[in-house]
């Protein structure tokens, strides 16, 4: 038996009914499982359901048996009591399971008396195409019990399946895990076989339970338990070698493919495992983007979504990264991207989430992070991420003594390479080979912004220039752009220094499982919804840049990296001009405009509003369009996507054969809660915008809810939250935002799909330009006065009814409709107020009395004078569906109706205008 397969073979387990362990071929021996934190078993959920129902639903036990190293080096059986907490899928009520069982059929089994069993090392991302793989799993095939072991590698991947070639799985091993035999890591667990290949259940799909409401705290505690085992055997005295030391000489953690080593990653891992879990997939997916641009000096889109849970996942993609170069390869800098993304991550819980996580939890992270960031060759990174965490108790040196002047080492530059740019006070500054492209971005951006902060200081971007633009004195370097010295977060508990790499504490070590699994709950709450690094300061703008409905887009477009403001303490610089204040006005009535929150498709840059010195920010938008094509058949073809700053896309979902219009909110309901968490990141609610053929312009998206089995969630129609909804139910999920309307929580608005396929008229761009000036005025979409509109009886006749009425109305003018426009007069109104250009209109898409109508007209003349201008629609939009989905509310105030609005502005940039590189060419063992 192989190295490799000693590894393994101390976490295999065989899996029964409760007995004495001793499978045989006449005894019930239903398969295979492995251990992936101390007590707690991963397996298939069909190798569980062959105990039945009452297995699956942990009423009954199982007997799991695996084999420990005796003193003499001989294996001797073990065995425990298991019970199944998760099973997903669970089978329904006592009858016969599935054959085939459905993904994602993973089970997790709690075992009593394996709390001191040797766990296998969980890979933090998914493995390419032809990876050699081991496969491994107990067998009685020959006869004889035994694990049985076999080689084979990725062949590709079939749905949510994980096709194999080579070895092929036999009966007994389901359950089993399989292994990326270059990395050392669990890619999959075995399912079953085809006639010619295998098939595994990839380790992903055990992240995906993360979001399952039943099951997602118990994998998030035996997540954090793996990884705290993993980091607790480092050092520890063991008859067996621990995952990381065997990593070390597997040909993925090479020097040449990456710059982090298997023990730093362990020690990252544990130290992640302590912090609270981030509030979704944006939160991680920007900070990941974030140090790439940060590193590499511009910002590609992904063209993949990347759909990750937890911190760990996040650093995962990080492994292997490389600068871009114009032929092809590049520098490898993963180790400078994982460095800065931890210290991003501390910073981020210290700023907003300090009482989820122990003090000296947070303390131990952060000065584990400075001490590398310390040794690090390249200086410049260094004192990058110095910055990061100052005052979140790694902010000094790591030799105890004040950075210098400069943020220069003590004695020269630690990585021996010359320098050319100075501060003010002629201290030089190096630039590390690795960001020298970046150099030629910087002066320009210095040479042609002149942003200045409020006291006169130059705002800098990018990387330093060899007698070129200086930074001030007092500033450092982050991979060539310049931050800040102060943050002034929180004072250090009396630390008087941060101790060399050699030397950093670990609190990992002592941080055994068992704490893991106790202290899980502190661990476990989501952080509040719409968290962010740091509040923006009173009078700022707190939306980002625009996105998806760019009014005016940018002449400019996005800097490759953020402007960072010199400091000039004490008072905080912005990180860029100030926002320009929100317009103001008065609308038809005479009612004064007020400031509302800039909406996405503000023509202002709130990106660049003051924020405090030395706060990380992502100047990316993500926003979320779904796209429902006119039926083919009676079936609209659809899709979801992300849009970054109104410009790249990234594809989510799609099905161009199609639903039909009363299944589109059950098909949609999955993709869009997808594509959503991965737009919402810090304060940012990702806005949808929904491309429709008129006639589903009624669809009630804002009515929508995300959370599956809500009590009359209005995804069938125009329902609401009924009054008189069970209040246990009401107390389980009201701290899940998902349960909200999505009109109640973020923007929602109506595009019309086939006017967005041509190019904009004259008088389409004439009025979206008066209405982002303002004073929207207040009109009728059928031209009647907002007395006598929506009247009952003969509709208008002619070809074109209402465009003459239409036309007339000013540019400013918002057309609004009492009652739907999928039908009738509304329909016909609508296709001519889309002739006549209008970007803007306000309509009531539910049934209704025609007594309620002067109601109607009045509500909306009030919320476009609140308004003032189209971008500050969205504000007052949502406070209304707020109030109206109150009845009690609704009636004393006398509010009407279900809302809807079109917000379809014609200069959105043009999709996929990004230049394309080829992929770096690969490296020796990479």
Known sequence: MSAFDEMVRPSLARIGAPGDGYATDRDSYWGSGFFVAPGWLLTCAHVVGKGGAAVCRGESALSVTWQERTAVGAWEPRTGTGTAVVVVPRPEGAGPARDPWPFPDLALVRVAGADEVRCLWLGDREAGPRTPLGLYGWSVQTGEL???????????????????????????????????????????????????????????????????????????????????????????????????????????????????????????????????PPAGAGEVVHLVEDVKEQVRGE??????????????????????????????????????????????????????????VDARRLRAFTEWIAAQAAGHSHWAVGEAIRALLEGTGGAQRADGAPPPPGGRPAGGLSDGRSAGAQAPDGTPMAIPDARQPFVGEMAHAVEHSGAQAPDGTPMVSGAPVANGPQVPHGASMVSGA????????????????????????????????????????????????????????????????????????????????????????????????????????????GTPAVAVEPPPWST?????????????????????????????????????????????????????????????????????????SQGDHGEHLAAIEVFLPRKLFDLPVDDWQLLPGAPDDGWGGDGGGGAGDDEDDEDDDFVDERALPLGMRRTVVVRDVRRNGLPPSPEWRRRWKAVLRGPLAHGTLDGRSPAGSHPPGAPAGGKYPYYGALSALSDASVPVHCGPVGSGQGYAAMRDALRSGHSVVLWRRDRHDHEECGDFQQQAAALLGL????????????????????????????????????????????????????????????
């Open 146 to 276: 035994g694990i049985r072991h076999g080689t084979g590698e990725l062949a590709g991947s079939d749905a949510r399946a994980l096709l194999l070639a080579g070895s092929l799985p036999i009966g007994g091993l389901s359950g089993g895990p399989v292994l990326d035999l270059r990395h050392g890591s669990v890619i999959g667990v075995i399912k079953g076989r085809r006639r010619e290949e295998g098939v595994a259940v990839p380790v992903t799909a055990l992240y995906e339970l993360l979001d399952s409401r039943e099951a997602g705290r118990v994998v998030r505690e035996v997540l954090r338990a793996h990884d705290l085992h993993h980091a607790s055997l480092l050092g520890t005295a063991s008859p067996y070698p621990d995952w990381t030391a065997f990593h070390t000489a597997l040909p993925g953690h090479v020097t040449s493919v990456s710059g982090i080593t298997a023990e730093l990653r362990t020690r990252l891992y544990g130290h992640l495992a302590h912090l609270p």
């Open 299 to 356: 910002r590609l889109r992904s063209l993949v979504l990347r759909n990750v849970r937890t911190w760990r996942e996040g650093a995962g993609l990080l492994h292997g990264l490389r600068t871009l170069e114009p032929d092809g390869g590049g520098t490898l800098v993963d180790l400078d991207a994982v460095l800065l993304y931890a210290a991003r991550v501390a910073r981020r819980t210290d700023r907003e989430h300090a009482g989820e």
């Open 482 to 589: 310049a931050v800040p010295d102060e943050a002034g977060v929180l004072p250090q508990d009396g630390a008087a220094g941060v101790p060399s790499p050699a030397e950093a504490p670990d609190a990992l070590s002592a941080a055994g499982s068992a704490e893991a699994l106790s202290a899980a709950g502190s661990a476990e709450a989501p952080p509040p919804a719409g968290s962010a690094e740091a509040p923006p300061p009173a009078g700022s703008a707190e939306a980002p840049p625009p996105a998806g409905c760019a009014g005016t887009p940018s002449s400019t477009g996005t800097p490759p990296l953020t402007a960072v403001p010199v400091p000039a303490p004490p008072a905080p610089a912005p990180v860029g001009p100030a926002a320009p204040p929100a317009p103001t006005g008065t609308g038809t009535a």
């Open 604 to 676: 202002a840059d709130p990106s660049r509003a003051a924020r405090p010195a030395g706060v990380p920010f992502s100047g990316t938008r993500t926003d979320v369009l779904v796209k429902v094509a006119p039926a083919t058949y009676g079936r609209h073809p659809w899709s979801v996507q992300l849009i970054y700053d109104g410009q790249d896309v990234t594809p989510v979902a799609g099905d161009d054969r199609g639903a039909r219009a009363e299944e589109l909110a059950a098909v949609l309901r999955e993709p869009l809660a997808r594509a959503l």
């Open 867 to 926: 308004a003032g201008h189209a971008d500050g629609l969205h504000g007052p939009v949502r406070d209304l569906r707020i109030r109206l989905a109150d009845p009690d509310t609704a009636r004393a105030h006398g509010l009407r109706g279900k809302i809807a609005v079109l917000f379809d502005p014609p200069d959105r940039p043009p999709y996929g205008t990004e230049s394309m590189r080829p992929p770096p060419l690969a490296t020796p063992g990479g």
